[in-house]
């Protein structure tokens, strides 16, 4: 639920100690309900968060959203719209106060050529996305809503973060009235 990538995050921070440019990584920060990436729009930095919690999720043609996955330290955002050049897929929105390392695209590419540790991550990153979906997929397939929500409090609790109920339903994949609904039976 809570995904997080140290290993990551202790190479950004090599990257950023040993930069010859200044510019081309730079810490950003973003205060609580700020947007990191919008879906659809063109972003000009890759981002790896430092600190704090973000949701990442798609906007739907009916308005309504479907939270992929809350990211926390060491993640990286917008690799994918680096390497293919497109406009960004979702929404990264802040849910607590986000420092982040943001790569410039252009840097960040020629990193990719050279560096083959950083490359090798980032198809890790992107290995462990794939089975993480799919297992996730799978798992509310196969498990009922009421089991889904105990782990997701549960996660929250071991994490000790809150989470909106619209968020909570969006993570779920129902409506705030069916997110009450199994509540009230948990009581």
């Known amino acids: 639920m809570l995904r997080t990538n140290p290993s990551f995050l202790d190479r950004t921070m090599m990257l950023y100690v040993q930069q010859q440019r200044q510019e081309d990584i730079v810490i950003r920060q973003y205060v609580k309900g700020q947007n990191l990436y919008v879906q659809g729009a063109v972003s000009n930095k890759v981002m790896v968060i430092r600190e704090g919690i973000a949701k990442c999720y798609f906007t739907e043609a009916n308005d309504k ?5 809350f990211l926390s330290i060491g993640e990286i955002i917008g690799e994918i719209e680096c390497i293919r050049p497109i406009s960004s897929l979702c929404s990264i929105q802040a849910m607590t106060d ?41 798992y509310q397939q196969l498990y009922s809503l009421e089991h889904s929500l105990n782990r997701l409090l549960e996660i929250q609790s071991q994490q000790d973060i809150t989470i909106r109920k619209e968020d909570m339903a969006a993570y779920l994949g129902i409506s705030v009235r069916s997110l009450n609904r199994e509540l009230k039976k948990l009581l």
Request: glycine content about 2%; proline content about 2%; charged content about 20%.
């Open 65 to 69: 959203e479907y939270i992929v996955e």
């Open 98 to 138: 986000v420092t982040v390392y943001a790569f410039s695209k252009p840097y960040f590419r020629e990193l990719l050529g050279r560096d083959i540790t950083l490359s090798n991550m980032l198809l890790d990153v992107m290995a462990q996305r794939i089975v993480h979906t799919s297992s996730r997929a799978s």
